[in-house]
């Protein structure tokens, strides 16, 4: 497989950074797109450590920094995977709707307005890829989780959109889904509710959403299986458009958006009561 360069939003932690060095590892040329500048002393001590320093050249990239976007629009890249997000829990009937804006700002509009530069770059060269880190939340749905899982169903279909539009001009469009991994993202995202939450003015308690959360937290994986995969996945030259991992949740996802069209009005899945 020849070598690439690929550019990775959301570099600094977790997912993208296992990918990051997965992918210089195995000899590719990374941009990687950290959110503020403390991320690269980290993520620098690592390559160090792993001599890989050569095939990885760090920048700072906030999507939503005009700045940070022009200077990253200064590379000739093959692949974009947009792996940057964020998300907050809570009740949807009660959230504070800014936050759910916030959501989809970064995790769907940011996103698309930051790939559309490089789809132009693609579709003059008639060649490149780009990937959208979405979720089986952009599936399915988790109790006190829906602003994120609204990015990740809109992000879906931005997704499926410009595969569909971009296929005549050379350029593929893939989406990687990965399950609950621990990456400490989840963690974050379910504690993040208590910011606003008042247990004096919601009639949401907020027991049943700490208990919502147990139940996803301590069912995460490691989050090295998913690395390995995208790692694989990225630089191919064909590989499916959607890819869900672990590979038992396409069929969790798939029975899932079947259930929907059984379900009255009255009703709700069992594992969401």
Not at 59 to 73: E, G, R, S, V
Not at 145 to 170: M, P, V
Not at 178 to 194: A, I, K, L, S, V
């Amino acid at each position: 497989m020849k070598n690439k360069t690929i550019m990775i939003t959301g570099a600094g932690s977790g997912l993208g950074k296992g990918m990051v060095l997965g992918l210089a590892k195995n000899g590719h040329h990374v941009i990687a797109g950290v959110h503020v500048w403390e991320q690269k002393s980290k993520l620098l001590e690592e390559l160090e450590r792993k001599n890989l320093m050569d095939n990885v050249k760090i920048i700072k990239l906030n999507i939503t920094d005009d700045m940070d976007c022009l200077n990253a629009y200064s590379y000739d890249i093959d692949i974009l995977v947009n792996n940057a997000g964020m998300g907050y829990s809570g009740p949807v009937a009660e959230m504070p709707v800014g936050l759910l804006r916030e959501v989809m700002e970064i995790n769907v509009f940011s996103s698309l307005e930051f790939s559309q530069p490089f789809i132009k770059q693609m579709v003059d060269k008639k060649q490149g890829k780009i990937i959208f880190l979405s979720s089986i939340a952009g599936l399915t749905t988790s109790p006190y989780l829906g602003a994120y899982n609204a990015s990740k169903h809109a992000l879906e279909s931005i997704a499926q959109s410009l595969r569909d539009e971009l296929h005549e001009f050379g350029v593929q469009v893939a989406t990687i889904n990965p399950g609950p991994y621990e990456t400490g993202f989840n963690d974050r995202m379910y504690e993040n509710f208590m910011q606003w939450y008042d247990d004096e003015i919601f009639f949401t308690s907020a027991e049943k959403i700490k208990d919502a959360s147990k139940q996803l937290l301590e069912n995460q994986f490691d989050p090295q299986e998913m690395i390995d995969k995208m790692v694989e996945i990225v630089p191919k030259k064909s590989h499916p458009f959607r890819t869900i991992f672990p590979e038992k949740f396409e069929k969790k996802c798939k029975e899932y958006q079947n259930a929907q069209y059984e379900l009255n009005c009255d009703e709700i899945l069992e594992s969401k009561k």
